[in-house]
């Protein structure tokens, strides 16, 4: 073949057609493996998973005290702010509790005042027997000289000496009256200067004063409400049994279940992106709190038990805590699906 001949085969669009199909087919599948590895090491520090849920801290509101419910102040999915009455209990029952107490301090203080009497009136009965003691001494020793002289009989001695002997013994009852009086009047270390039967009815009336308190039962958190739709006025509501639910919407995190191989490089405070599911445009940005101490199938009720001869290896999820570092434009429901990426290729902290 000539170098015309070349040059026209060359020239040929037939030719170029053809090589240009070569090209291609050699170049596509290039590109793509290219593109591929490119990819991959663009995103190779990421560790990603849409197993993750938003997760809400739920309050479980249960009265102190038993009672009839008088009224409900909140209705389900009502936003409340911490404080707000959420539902009343008749105080009726307390406030006669109240009044019981009273009565009971005021029949404490009026035995007080008597014992205090009783106590007086024993001082003036041991010096009465005192002076009986000293009367009946004397006579007795003037009924003795008599007798030493022959002037009396033993008669009258012994009356004298039996006289005697119960003048003592009253002033022995007369004292032990006293102490007994001064024992119901003393104090205890626990509550010293005040009388025990005093300060069990302050008690019973303080307990009294917190119960009335209890009737109304108010947010401890600012939340939405949840689980209302069982309490109603006038049926019971039990001490401890949940009456309704507050869920603390204004702190959310993120609860992530990683393939336990993809925990290798992951570390607490390494940054997170989170998306939702039900808000496909909103992105925020959040970091790594902390990693669960056991998989998800250690903590079930009935864990796997592993010993069959029959074993298949199966790669766990282990819970990872997400917290969200900006404020939500969108509002978040406990509950909620979400896909987390999380930085590798810092070390966290």
Do not use: C
Request: aromatic share 6%.
């Amino acid at each position: 073949m000539t170098e015309t001949d070349q040059m026209n085969t060359v020239n040929d669009p037939g030719t170029q057609r053809g090589w240009l199909r070569l090209l291609v087919t050699i170049s596509v599948p290039v590109l793509l493996i290219l593109g591929a590895v490119i990819y991959y090491l663009a995103n190779d520090q990421y560790v990603s998973t849409d197993n993750a849920y938003i997760q809400q801290d739920r309050i479980a509101i249960a009265p102190e005290i038993t009672g009839r419910v008088l009224e409900v102040a909140v209705k389900e999915n009502q936003h409340v702010k911490a404080g707000d009455l959420l539902f009343r209990i008749d105080p009726t029952p307390f406030r006669i509790a109240i009044a019981q107490a009273d009565a009971a301090i005021a029949a404490a203080q009026v035995n007080v005042v008597e014992l205090k009497a009783d106590y007086g009136a024993t001082g003036v009965d041991i010096a009465s027997a005192a002076q009986a003691v000293d009367f009946y001494q004397k006579e007795y020793q003037r009924q003795a000289a008599l007798m030493g002289r022959g002037f009396t009989t033993r008669a009258r001695l012994q009356a004298a000496e039996h006289a005697l002997d119960d003048a003592r013994g009253r002033l022995g009852n007369a004292r032990a009256e006293a102490m007994k009086a001064q024992a119901s009047l003393a104090t205890g270390t626990a509550v010293p200067g005040i009388n025990p039967d005093i300060a069990a009815a302050q008690a019973q009336r303080s307990k009294a004063v917190l119960d009335l308190a209890r009737t109304e039962l108010r947010a401890p958190t600012s939340g939405t409400i949840s689980q209302s739709d069982k309490l109603h006025p006038g049926q019971m509501a039990f001490m401890g049994v949940s009456a309704l639910s507050i869920v603390a919407s204004d702190h959310s995190w993120v609860q992530a279940n990683f393939k336990e191989t993809d925990l290798n490089l992951m570390r607490v405070g390494q940054p997170v992106m989170v998306w939702f599911d039900a808000y496909p445009d909103l992105k925020l940005k959040g970091h790594v709190a902390s990693i669960g101490a056991g998989t998800g199938s250690e903590f079930s009720v009935l864990p796997a038990q592993n010993a069959t001869g029959n074993w298949v290896k199966v790669t766990q999820r282990v819970p990872v805590r997400i917290f969200i570092d900006e404020a939500s434009p969108r509002q978040l429901i406990a509950g909620q699906s979400a896909h987390v990426r999380v930085d590798t290729s810092t070390h966290g902290g």
